[in-house]
């Protein structure tokens, strides 16, 4: 089974960037559709990105648009997500997921990493 290491969180300033890597061991992500998702405290895990296998297709949600990129090597067998102008209510814990999920929900994947913690500070 195919486990997800997240890193590159940490604190940074309002209007600062940081890069998340997600790489997985265990077996290949290259074939699969990858997603990030956020988790702020007292709220639900909602999505954030999703890239095709291929990298050809991204989407993303309204609230990171234009700011978050989602990205991916396959030969190094890791997804980024590179964030910038970074808001206050970016603050969460990051989580990546494989998978396809139509409705974007998190409860249609079932295997996550430990997460990394994104503070943003105003």
């Known amino acids: 089974q195919v486990q997800l290491v997240e890193s590159g969180g940490g604190l940074v300033q309002a209007g600062g960037s940081l890069r998340l890597s997600c790489a997985a061991s265990?077996?290949?992500?290259?074939?699969?559709?990858m997603n990030w998702f956020r988790q702020a405290p007292g709220k639900e895990r909602e999505f954030v990105a999703r890239?095709?296998?291929?990298?050809?297709?991204?989407v993303y949600a309204d609230s990171v648009k234009g700011r978050f990129t989602i990205s991916r090597d396959n030969a190094k067998n890791t997804v980024y997500l590179q964030m910038n102008s970074l808001k206050p209510e970016d603050t969460a814990v990051y989580y990546c997921?494989?998978?396809?999920?139509?409705?974007?929900?998190?409860?249609?994947?079932?295997?996550w990493g430990q997460g990394t913690q994104v503070t943003v500070s105003s």
């Open positions: 997921a494989a998978g396809f999920s139509a409705t974007m929900s998190a409860s249609n994947f079932g295997s």
């Open positions: 890239i095709s296998w291929s990298g050809g297709n991204t």
């Open positions: 265990g077996g290949t992500i290259s074939t699969s559709t």
